[in-house]
């Protein structure tokens, strides 16, 4: 149980929205971006428990946050991610630099620290990056020298230096991975401390008005009890033990980022009058640059929804599932961004319109908390152990789950999801008497079919559903050609995405497969979705109305 | 001192739409807010509890999703909310509305002052207020823009034609408020909306909570018979002549001949 209850979190989410709405303009966003600058003012009261206080949401409510759960936060990150990404990465860096303390910290150094957080309004960073360890963590150079008296360890003295660290000029605590002689370990260092320096604010592509820097620590001396859990060599385990949590929440920032700028294109696509008639209403154009976008956000929101839900029922894990909505939600915002820009025409391409903005910001949520690239390999590691453990069960399983969906609601594309994930774990069965998996390009590709299928079936699960969840701002007939026109292109793309790969990769009997896939019945499939999307084109409009 | 301040949930009126068949408002989709009259009352109502220590009761009737702007209230600093909330209540106009609060508010027993909104966004009718006084055998005082308390006596600036008012009154009384043009609202940061969650739930009354007639309540107490609501028909655009004033001076004249004026 959350501590947070649904009224109060739409009461939460209406006062972020009236503070964006009165203080945030796009002018003013564009200025800090254009100066590259920190907006101290903005992110004080983001901090101040009178005016905002977001980061409350975050911090357990025994020492004098809130507590929210993850339904909770995600919502608060989807926000904060539609206001600015460069605002939601400083409030975010916030929480992840509080993670290892929250996860892998005593009791003692929970109510000290978090306490401290929560009464000081402490800007917080993550410090794990450097030059050579951003994927390759492993490969960390900083090093945490013991310091001795009396044969006890009184203390560290640590040295090395950090790269791109959100935060890292304005916080006011840091938490640093360094290697101790037990290993990889958290230490928690105070701003001010001998011999710790921030470098110069780095000038980016994109969230410009979020502090990026160097740190430098050179021979810094904390005490013992800053080491986090006061045990050497838990640092990359608690590392780990967030990610299927923060994943989920940059998923949900990139959503905010994507549904921005989709929705900023279908309310100009409705006052653009071209050849004698506004741009919603050409139906080339909405099934190219509006619709999918829209389909695909709709399937991110379902699924981050879905795991954060379980997430809050079971507390920690779904790694998997968080690199999956991290690595769906970011690739189709970043597409959704691109296309924005394109759907606006030459305006699009000017810093009057947000979709300039956007797409440059969207850019480092396919970077930072693991790149799309290692994603792809995380979610393909993953699920490969599993369709080994149940010998292809995995799949077929989900697949029997959809068959009993479409049984009870035949509208919801069941079926096509069905056939996706009865044809992907064939696929897999290929790579594995192949042996395709010993190629990256396989493993990547797997972990991006994969990552399309699982979202799917959320999709479908959602849509079957007689409530609909909060957040979702569609009626069900449209909320389910959503999920029917996903479940239908999912299985297409995967299936012959999937196809292709391992006839490139490996000695495999293209027609065998196609039958085996059951290709065709998967393209008969595809029969209605050109009604379903000009439905879908319309609904957009109606919901998304220009005013 | 007691203070109790009248609220209202009301549609986004700047979202809401008009059917141009039946006539009636288009909600799907438009989200509540608390009226914006209301919402400067309330602010007002806490800053006076705040200089003269006073307890502040906040009280709505509506459906039970009105209970977010309850809590709004509370979160903002009111010290108790009240949400009347029953079926028996559904369909009343603003003599039932009127009724139904006053009889509320007799249950809440003692008060110095209450404040309403001059008017709901989406009713429009400015009566309620006026209603609930009256059936409190209340003096009332509309159309407000501050309020000072100096003992048992309420100073009120009030709006007028051309100009504005000041009217005293020996408290107990109800004042209507108007709110200023460039108003913005405040609203509740995170940690007093958590504190209000978990310190003052608001408390939600049904029929049973109030002594009330049930034939004065609901549609059957409802007197008034809606005949039919439509949007007023907007007017013509008017035309855009340009150029020089020699010739806007000739079109000019070319159209109050056609039209039969010169
Ligand atoms: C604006 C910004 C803010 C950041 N904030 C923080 C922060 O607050 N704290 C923090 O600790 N870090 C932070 N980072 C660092 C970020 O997490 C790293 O940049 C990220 O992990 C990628 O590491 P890298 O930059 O070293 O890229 P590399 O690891 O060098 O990757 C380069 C490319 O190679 C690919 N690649 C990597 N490994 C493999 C492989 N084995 N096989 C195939 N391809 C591979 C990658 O996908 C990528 O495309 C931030 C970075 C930026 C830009
Ligand atoms: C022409 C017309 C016909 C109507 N007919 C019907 C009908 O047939 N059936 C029906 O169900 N409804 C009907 N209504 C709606 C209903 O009568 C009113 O919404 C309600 O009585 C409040 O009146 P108002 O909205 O005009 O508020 P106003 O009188 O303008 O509100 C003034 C102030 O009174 C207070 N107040 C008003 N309502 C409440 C409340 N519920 N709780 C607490 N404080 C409140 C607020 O402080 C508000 O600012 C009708 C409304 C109109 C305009």
Same mark, same amino acid.
């Given at each position: 149980?959350?501590?947070v209850?649904?009224i109060s979190l739409r009461l939460m989410l209406n006062s972020l929205k009236q503070y964006?709405?009165?203080?945030?303009?796009?002018?003013?966003?564009?200025?800090?971006?254009?100066?590259?600058?920190?907006?101290?003012?903005?992110?004080?009261d983001? @901090?101040d428990p009178n005016i905002l206080g977001v980061?409350y949401l975050?911090?357990?409510?025994?020492?004098?946050?809130i507590?929210?759960?993850?339904?909770?936060?995600?919502?608060?990150?989807?926000?904060?991610?539609?206001?600015?990404?460069?605002?939601?990465?400083?409030?975010?860096?916030?929480?992840?630099?509080?993670?290892?303390?929250?996860?892998?910290?005593?009791?003692?150094?929970?109510?000290?620290?978090?306490?401290?957080?929560?009464?000081? &309004?402490?800007?917080?960073?993550?410090?794990?990056?450097?030059?050579?360890?951003? +994927?390759?963590?492993?490969?960390?150079?900083?090093?945490?020298?013991?310091?001795?008296?009396?044969?006890?360890?009184?203390?560290?003295?640590?040295?090395?230096?950090?790269?791109?660290?959100?935060?890292?000029?304005?916080?006011?605590?840091?938490?640093?991975?360094?290697?101790?002689?037990?290993?990889?370990?958290?230490?928690?260092?105070?701003?001010?401390?001998?011999?710790?320096?921030?470098?110069?604010?780095?000038?980016?592509?994109?969230?410009?008005?979020?502090?990026?820097?160097?740190?430098? =620590?050179?021979?810094?001396?904390?005490?013992?009890?800053?080491?986090?859990?006061?045990?050497?060599?838990?640092?990359?385990?608690?590392?780990?033990?967030?990610?299927?949590?923060?994943?989920?929440?940059?998923?949900?920032?990139?959503?905010?980022?994507?549904?921005?700028?989709?929705?900023?294109?279908?309310?100009?696509?409705?006052?653009?009058?071209?050849?004698?008639?506004?741009?919603?209403?050409?139906?080339?154009?909405?099934?190219?640059?509006?619709?999918?976008?829209?389909?695909? =956000?709709?399937?991110?929101?379902?699924? #981050?929804?879905?795991?954060?839900?379980?997430?809050?029922?079971?507390?920690?894990?779904?790694?998997?599932?968080?690199?999956?909505?991290?690595?769906?939600?970011?690739?189709?915002?970043?597409?959704?961004?691109?296309?924005?820009? &394109?759907?606006?025409?030459?305006?699009?391409?000017?810093?009057?319109?947000?979709?300039? /903005?956007?797409?440059?910001?969207?850019?480092?949520?396919? #970077?930072?908390?693991?790149?799309?690239?290692?994603? &792809?390999?995380?979610?393909?590691?993953?699920?490969?152990?599993?369709?080994?453990?149940? /010998?292809?069960?995995?799949?077929?399983?989900?697949?029997?789950?959809?068959?009993?969906?479409?049984? /009870?609601?035949?509208?919801?594309?069941?079926?096509?999801?069905?056939?996706?994930?009865?044809?992907?774990?064939?696929?897999?069965?290929?790579?594995?008497?192949?042996?395709?998996?010993?190629?990256?390009?396989?493993?990547?590709?797997?972990?991006?079919?994969?990552?399309?299928?699982?979202?799917?079936? +959320?999709?479908?699960?959602?849509?079957?559903?007689?409530?609909?969840?909060?957040?979702?701002?569609?009626?069900?007939?449209? @909320?389910?050609?959503?999920?029917?026109?996903?479940?239908?292109?999912?299985?297409?793309?995967?299936?012959?995405?999937?196809?292709? =790969?391992?006839?490139?990769?490996?000695?495999?009997?293209?027609?065998?497969?196609?039958?085996?896939?059951?290709?065709?019945?998967?393209?008969?499939?595809?029969?209605?979705?050109?009604?379903?999307?000009?439905?879908?084109?319309?609904?957009?409009?109606?919901?998304?109305?220009?005013? | 001192?007691?203070?109790?301040?009248?609220i209202?949930?009301?549609?986004?009126? %700047?979202?809401?739409?008009?059917?141009?068949?039946?006539?009636?408002?288009?909600?799907?989709?438009?989200?509540?807010i608390l *009226?914006?009259?209301?919402h400067?009352?309330l602010e007002?109502?806490i800053?006076?509890?705040?200089?003269? *220590?006073?307890?502040?009761?906040v009280?709505?009737?509506?459906?039970?999703?009105?209970?977010e702007v309850v809590r709004l209230a509370l979160s903002l600093g009111a010290?108790?909310g009240?949400?009347?909330?029953?079926?028996?209540?559904?369909?009343?106009? %603003?003599?039932?509305?009127?009724? %139904?609060?006053?009889?509320?508010?007799?249950?809440?027993?003692?008060?110095?002052?209450?404040?309403?909104?001059?008017?709901?966004?989406?009713?429009?009718?400015?009566?309620?207020?006026?209603?609930?006084?009256?059936?409190?055998?209340?003096?009332?005082?509309?159309?407000? *823009?501050?309020?000072?308390?100096?003992?048992?006596?309420?100073?009120?600036?009030?709006?007028?034609?051309?100009?504005?008012?000041?009217?005293?009154?020996?408290?107990?009384?109800?004042? %209507?408020?108007?709110?200023?043009?460039?108003?913005h609202p405040s609203y509740p940061s995170f940690m007093s909306i958590y504190k209000a969650q978990v310190e003052k739930?608001a408390?939600?009354?049904?029929?049973?909570?109030?002594?009330?007639?049930?034939?004065?309540?609901?549609?059957?107490?409802?007197?008034?018979?809606?005949?039919?609501?439509?949007?007023?028909?907007?007017?013509?655009?008017?035309?855009?002549? *340009?150029?020089?004033?020699?010739?806007?001076?000739?079109?000019?004249?070319?159209?109050?001949?056609?039209?039969?004026?010169?």
């Open positions: 149980m959350s501590s209850d649904l964006w709405k009165k203080n945030l303009s796009l002018d003013f966003l564009q200025e800090l971006d254009k100066k590259n600058e920190y907006p101290k003012k903005v992110i004080d983001f @901090y980061n975050l911090i357990p409510s025994e020492f004098g946050g507590g929210g759960n993850n339904v909770a936060v995600y919502q608060l990150c989807e926000m904060l991610g539609r206001i600015d990404l460069g605002i939601a990465t400083t409030a975010f860096a916030t929480f992840l630099g509080c993670d290892p303390i929250r996860v892998g910290g005593t009791p003692e150094q929970n109510a000290k620290w978090m306490g401290r957080i929560a009464a000081e &309004q402490m800007i917080v960073a993550y410090g794990a990056t450097e030059a050579d360890a951003g +994927s390759d963590l492993l490969n960390l150079k900083t090093r945490a020298k013991r310091v001795e008296e009396n044969g006890k360890i009184t203390g560290y003295r640590i040295t090395g230096n950090k790269q791109w660290i959100s935060n890292g000029g304005v916080s006011d605590l840091y938490t640093i991975l360094a290697l101790a002689p037990g290993g990889a370990s958290w230490f928690i260092v105070e701003k001010g401390t001998e011999g710790f320096s921030a470098d110069k604010h780095e000038d980016k592509h994109g969230i410009r008005l979020s502090n990026t820097t160097g740190l430098a =620590l050179d021979d810094v001396y904390v005490p013992v009890d800053h080491l986090v859990g006061l045990v050497e060599g838990q640092g990359f385990v608690q590392a780990q033990a967030v990610f299927g949590y923060t994943r989920l929440m940059v998923a949900a920032m990139a959503l905010g980022v994507g549904s921005e700028a989709n929705e900023t294109a279908i309310r100009y696509a409705q006052q653009r009058i071209l050849a004698k008639g506004p741009l919603s209403e050409k139906m080339g154009y909405m099934h190219k640059l509006i619709v999918p976008h829209a389909v695909n =956000l709709e399937a991110a929101r379902c699924f #981050i929804d879905r795991n954060s839900k379980r997430l809050d029922e079971i507390n920690e894990g779904l790694q998997t599932e968080g690199a999956i909505a991290k690595y769906f939600t970011t690739e189709v915002a970043d597409n959704c961004a691109d296309d924005s820009i &394109q759907a606006l025409g030459g305006y699009g391409y000017t810093k009057d319109f947000s979709p300039e /903005k956007l797409k440059r910001d969207i850019k480092i949520a396919k #970077i930072y908390e693991g790149t799309s690239e290692i994603l &792809q390999m995380t979610i393909q590691r993953d699920r490969w152990q599993e369709h080994l453990k149940t /010998k292809g069960g995995f799949y077929i399983n989900m697949a029997r789950e959809m068959d009993a969906v479409h049984a /009870k609601n035949p509208d919801v594309g069941a079926d096509s999801a069905s056939l996706c994930l009865k044809g992907l774990s064939a696929i897999l069965e290929v790579c594995r008497t192949e042996r395709l998996t010993r190629h990256q390009h396989v493993t990547f590709k797997i972990g991006d079919l994969i990552a399309k299928a699982e979202v799917s079936h +959320s999709f479908v699960i959602a849509a079957s559903q007689d409530k609909l969840f909060e957040g979702v701002r569609f009626d069900k007939e449209t @909320y389910q050609a959503m999920a029917r026109v996903n479940a239908r292109e999912t299985a297409f793309n995967v299936i012959l995405d999937g196809i292709k =790969l391992v006839t490139g990769a490996g000695n495999v009997d293209a027609h065998a497969l196609a039958a085996q896939t059951n290709l065709i019945q998967i393209i008969q499939k595809q029969q209605q979705i050109t009604a379903d999307m000009d439905l879908l084109s319309v609904k957009l409009c109606e919901i998304f109305n220009a005013r | 001192m007691e203070i109790i301040s009248l209202k949930q009301v549609p986004d009126s %700047t979202r809401v739409k008009v059917d141009p068949v039946t006539g009636t408002l288009i909600r799907a989709g438009v989200p509540s *009226n914006p009259y209301d400067f009352a007002q109502a800053k006076l509890k705040k200089e003269h *220590n006073a307890k502040l009761t009280l709505s009737m509506g459906p039970p999703q009105a209970e010290d108790r009240i949400l009347l909330s029953d079926r028996a209540f559904a369909g009343s106009d %603003t003599w039932a509305t009127s009724y %139904t609060l006053a009889q509320a508010i007799r249950k809440i027993g003692k008060f110095d002052l209450i404040l309403a909104g001059m008017m709901a966004i989406d009713g429009d009718t400015a009566q309620t207020g006026p209603g609930v006084a009256q059936q409190l055998r209340l003096p009332q005082i509309t159309f407000c *823009n501050e309020l000072k308390v100096e003992g048992k006596k309420l100073i009120a600036k009030k709006l007028i034609e051309g100009g504005h008012e000041i009217v005293e009154c020996i408290m107990p009384v109800l004042c %209507t408020m108007i709110m200023p043009h460039e108003y739930p408390e939600l009354w049904s029929l049973k909570n109030i002594d009330a007639e049930i034939k004065l309540l609901g549609l059957e107490g409802s007197p008034t018979r809606v005949d039919k609501i439509y949007p007023p028909v907007s007017k013509e655009k008017g035309t855009m002549y *340009n150029g020089s004033p020699s010739e806007m001076v000739e079109i000019l004249i070319q159209i109050l001949k056609e039209e039969e004026v010169i």
